[in-house]
């Protein structure tokens, strides 16, 4: 059974730094893609970024590019969200997820990805 936990999530003011962490087990990270995805209140969940299966490919979105680093530890079975400069419009619950696929065109989407994690909040405040 495939089970992914999130943490690493809590209240930052403005500026700050946080390092979210996603556990995985019941699957292998050298074949699947991992990625995070985040959910403000009454907005759509929306793709933040994602690394491919073998590691040489990462994604981010425009809004996290240059603050926020996806990054992977294969023995510790573990992907980590790096964020810097955070803004309160990175207020969201952040969930990660693994896909079976690779390439921007489904690592990019909700639907390219075939487990995820309960989500954990992040707040930033200003």
């Known amino acids: 059974q495939v089970q992914l936990v999130d943490s690493g999530g809590g209240l930052v003011q403005a500026g700050g730094s946080l390092r979210l962490s996603c556990a995985a087990s019941g699957l292998t990270f050298g074949t699947h893609s991992l990625g995070w995805f985040r959910q403000a209140p009454g907005k759509e969940r929306e793709f933040v970024a994602a690394v491919s299966w073998n590691g040489g490919d990462t994604y981010s979105a425009d809004s996290v590019t240059g603050r926020f680093t996806i990054s992977r530890d294969i023995a510790k079975n573990t992907v980590y969200l790096h964020m810097d400069s955070l803004k309160p419009e990175d207020t969201a619950v952040y969930y990660c997820?693994?896909?079976?696929?690779?390439?921007?065109?489904?690592?990019?989407?909700?639907?390219?990805?075939?487990?995820w994690g309960q989500g954990t909040q992040v707040t930033v405040s200003s």
């Open positions: 997820a693994a896909s079976r696929y690779s390439g921007s065109y489904y690592l990019g989407r909700q639907s390219g990805y075939h487990y």
